[in-house]
T-cell receptor, first 111, second 115 residues
Framework: GDSVTQMEGPVTLSEEAFLTINCTYT??????LFWYVQYPGEGLQLLLK?????DKGSNKGFEATYRKETTSFHLEKGSVQVSDSAVYFC??????????FGQGTRLTINP | DTEVTQTPKHLVMGMTNKKSLKCEQH?????MYWYKQKAKKPPELMFV???????INESVPSRFSPECPNSSLLNLHLHALQPEDSALYLC??????????????FGEGSWLTVV
């Protein structure tokens, strides 16, 4: 079945550091890929998405590229801020109304 | 504008109470969802409504009863819950049409504590 594997956390970085959170997936067909972010005490917010191979999603300085050859969708940011501290979920959608989540990666940014 | 509004934000209820969680969206989406999220875990799908009809029920206990009065509203009726039902309940919506494709948008959630 479809699945998503994220790097295990927690991840702790200093402000202005470079961030990578790894995400790989297993799916039949051509799923859409997503990153959601959950700030403390809040719901999930869509951070970025990509719907086909080689698409790059970007938002708020975050980027991720849909790599079909490596079945990956790694999240990157060049310079993180304290306000980026949150839990990040990688997810795939194999079709309408379905969403498969990774386990989530907790990110803490220290000033 | 991608907004899903949930009320109440926090709810404490006893095991014999009856309460409801409410969700509203005005994006014209025709699919609406309830998810349950426990601490440090990803959300788990409970129910999906598509065009106001229940299309997916992930074997959820009958003490949770969903209702979709119209295309903008989704309720989750709660009765005789157990302490282990305490969690964050997330409403979400999506549209199969247009450029959003199959993107699912979530609300802020309702924090439920069963005592």
């Amino acid at each position: 079945g479809d699945s998503v594997t994220q790097m295990e956390g927690p991840v702790t970085l200093s402000e202005e550091a470079f961030l990578t959170i790894n995400c790989t997936y297993t799916a039949t067909g051509y799923p859409s890929l997503f990153w959601y972010v959950q700030y403390p005490g809040e719901g999930l917010q869509l951070l970025l998405k990509a719907t086909k191979a080689d698409d790059k999603g970007s938002n708020k300085g975050f980027e991720a590229t849909y790599r079909k050859e490596t079945t990956s969708f790694h999240l990157e940011k060049g310079s993180v801020q304290v306000s980026d501290s949150a839990v990040y979920f990688c997810a795939l959608s194999p079709g309408a109304q379905k969403l498969v989540f990774g386990q989530g990666t907790r990110l803490t940014i220290n000033p | 504008d991608t907004e899903v509004t949930q009320t109440p934000k926090h709810l404490v209820m006893g095991m014999t109470n009856k309460k409801s969680l409410k969700c509203e969206q005005h994006m014209g989406h025709r699919a609406m969802y309830w998810y349950k999220q426990k601490a440090k875990k990803p959300p788990e799908l409970m129910f999906v409504y598509s065009y106001e009809k229940l299309s997916i029920n992930e074997s959820v206990p009958s003490r949770f009863s969903p209702e979709c009065p119209n295309s903008s509203l989704l309720n989750l009726h709660l009765h005789a819950l157990q302490p282990e039902d305490s969690a964050l309940y997330l409403c979400a919506s999506s549209s199969p049409l247009g450029p959003s494709g199959n993107t699912i948008y979530f609300g802020e959630g309702s924090w439920l504590t069963v005592v």
